[in-house]
């Protein structure tokens, strides 16, 4: 089983529909992230977390929220959906005291029509 | 704020050939990672460079870090069809936030 699990791994949604991504993981890493693929703009951060207390905005936050209900999960929500939120999704870890790379999920692919 | 670019965008090179990926920086940091990512797949983690003069190898692979420079080099050498994939660089802020800003990455083509 992987790491860190996303669903669903695929979205069709229409516009205006409330969606939710959702991460898991089983690392035990404390700091999780959210990013945003576009092809030609490689991943933009959406927001990271380093705790349940602690959630931060990334580089594209609006249009976004996020949900951190226990330390092995993050989930990420768009209250009302557009088509130029159509993207690959990833949710990232990232341990304490390592050498920092993150530790990547499969992706969650979002269409908005 | 932190930029980070990438460059050349797209690869394409004929097997046996080397070439170099180049990842420039805006600001400050210490911590430089490269990434791959197959088509339809996630991204799994190749190098990671933490300190300037770094030099790192796998394989047909060398990554290097130059701090002063802000810059990170990942060499190719005598490609394969298997090394063709994206590659993204990553810097990582050193502020303390542990946040991670991308490239927007290198499509390699190798080609028999």
């Known amino acids: 089983d992987a790491d860190v699990t996303q669903t669903p791994r695929n979205r069709i949604t229409k516009t205006g529909k409330r969606i939710m991504l959702e991460c898991s993981q089983t690392k035990g890493h404390d700091r999780m992230y959210w990013y945003r693929q576009d092809p030609g703009l490689g991943l933009r951060l959406i927001y990271y977390s380093f705790d349940v207390k602690d959630i931060n905005k990334g580089e594209i936050s609006d249009g976004y929220s996020v949900s951190r209900q226990a330390q092995a999960k993050f989930s990420l929500s768009l209250e009302s959906a557009i088509p130029n939120q159509t993207a690959l999704y990833f949710c990232?870890?990232?341990?304490?005291?390592?050498?920092?790379?993150?530790?990547f999920g499969e992706g969650s692919r979002l269409t908005v029509l | 704020e932190l930029k980070v670019e990438q460059n050349p965008l797209f690869l394409s090179m004929q097997e046996g050939k080397n070439y170099t990926i180049y990842c420039n920086y805006s600001t400050t940091s210490d911590r430089l990672y490269w990434y791959r990512q197959d088509p339809g797949k996630s991204l799994e983690s190749l190098f990671v460079?933490?300190?300037?003069?770094a030099v790192k190898q796998e394989g047909r692979l060398m990554a290097s870090l130059d701090t002063k420079a802000r810059l990170s080099t990942l060499h190719i050498t005598a490609a394969v069809h298997d090394l063709s994939a994206t590659y993204f660089c990553?810097?990582?802020?050193?502020?303390?936030?542990?946040?991670?800003?991308f490239g927007t990455g290198t499509r390699l083509k190798v080609l028999a």
């Open positions: 990553a810097v990582g802020h050193t502020s303390g936030t542990y946040k991670y800003i």
């Open positions: 460079l933490l300190s300037n003069g």
């Open positions: 990232a870890t990232r341990g304490t005291g390592t050498t920092g790379e993150l530790f």
